[in-house]
């Protein structure tokens, strides 16, 4: 029942019917609020079964859409940028398909709704589980923000395009050094090291391949199978990824690949001047990024650009995402079953 004892539905008639959207305030219209019982049992309703195969940024756009089309708000021609994301009945939504909860950019807020909604294996919600911020804070054992950069570059990019026309100084002053002096640590340059105007070719001739699409939410997996031909183009047999940055250590090289137009950057970001764990001769900013823009084609992607950049001059073609320096994120671990669980 509803919050003041109306079935689930016929709440949904009259939000429908009361002309109010996702953003108005119901302080004034307390009969229209739903409690989270009720509000889960909408949403199970309307949600599950939905095909989620679409990526990552897409889906959420989707979810989105169908929430407001369960609980008969219009959906508006663009979703603004405010928390929660449904103001009215005060709630966010996250779409998981592993139990790791990310929230960006805000601690967990005990009075808010936290809306979970469960993807299987085949791309549809399976799940849906509305819970207070008090009942996620619990699962919080950190508190921990964890910081990711993020950068979309300036203009569309319509061809293959080199950055920086050489290595950084610092890169080119290391490589003059290399023969007449023993580093101590892990050795840079390493053998086989291509200088930037030597690899960009090599890089640009992947440009028109296709390679195997593991499917619209699995990007660590599609980064994979690039990882794997560009190691080939670069005259390495097999394959080998380490974990560590940059992608491939013996080429300074960080990979990108984009089926859209912002680039997560992760923990790194490209002109600090930090010292690489692996190298520590190297800076971040000395570090290699290639970037490639795909499109979705016939279940494959096809490689249609590269930009290669050094770190240093990488905000000279990208900018941080959206002029933050920064985003963060709470990782929380979500207990098994903890979604089929009863509110």
């Known amino acids: 029942m509803g919050k003041h004892g109306i079935a689930p539905g016929e709440v949904v008639k009259q939000i429908a019917a009361s002309g109010l959207t996702i953003y108005d305030d119901l ?18 309703r309307g949600l599950i079964g939905l095909s989620l195969d679409y990526p990552l940024r897409t889906r959420s756009k989707v979810v989105k859409t169908a929430v407001c089309q369960a609980l008969g708000y219009p959906v508006p021609n663009s979703f603004k940028k405010v928390r929660p994301r449904f103001p009215g009945q005060n709630f966010d939504t996250y779409a998981q398909k592993a139990n790791n ?58 061809a293959c395009t080199l950055v920086a026309s050489s290595d950084t100084a610092h890169v080119r002053q290391l490589l003059e050094q290399a023969p007449k002096t023993a580093q101590s640590g892990v050795q840079f340059p390493p053998k086989g090291f291509l200088p930037l105007q030597d690899m960009y070719p090599k890089l640009c001739k992947l440009v028109g391949q296709t390679i195997a699409n593991p499917g619209s939410d699995q990007e660590r997996n599609r980064g994979a199978v690039l990882h794997d031909l560009v190691q080939r183009a670069l005259g390495y047999a097999a394959y080998v990824d380490t974990g560590q940055f940059p992608d491939v250590p013996e080429q300074l090289l960080e990979l990108k690949l984009q089926t859209s137009s912002t680039i997560d950057l992760g923990l790194v970001c490209p002109d600090s001047t930090e010292q690489i764990e692996l190298f520590p001769q190297a800076r971040h900013c000395d570090v290699r990024y290639a970037v490639f823009y795909a499109t979705p084609t016939s279940g494959k992607l096809r490689i249609d650009h590269v930009v290669v950049a050094t770190g240093e001059a990488f905000f000279g073609f990208f900018r941080k995402f959206e002029g933050k320096e920064i985003n963060r994120k709470l990782q929380i671990r979500l207990p098994d079953g903890f979604l089929l669980q009863a509110e």
Do not use: F
Request: glycine share 6%; hydrophobic share 40%; aromatic share 6%.
């Open 101 to 158: 909860l990310q929230i960006w950019n805000e601690e967990v807020s005990r009075d808010r709704r936290y809306v979970i909604i469960g993807v299987g294996a085949d791309l549809q919600i399976n799940a849906v589980r509305v819970v207070t911020g008090n009942v996620i804070a619990a699962l919080d054992t950190t508190g921990t923000l964890t910081q990711k950069y993020q950068a979309a570059a300036r203009q569309q990019v319509c």
């Open 27 to 44: 302080t004034d219209h307390p009969e229209l609020y739903l409690s989270a019982g009720a509000l889960q049992h909408i949403l199970q």
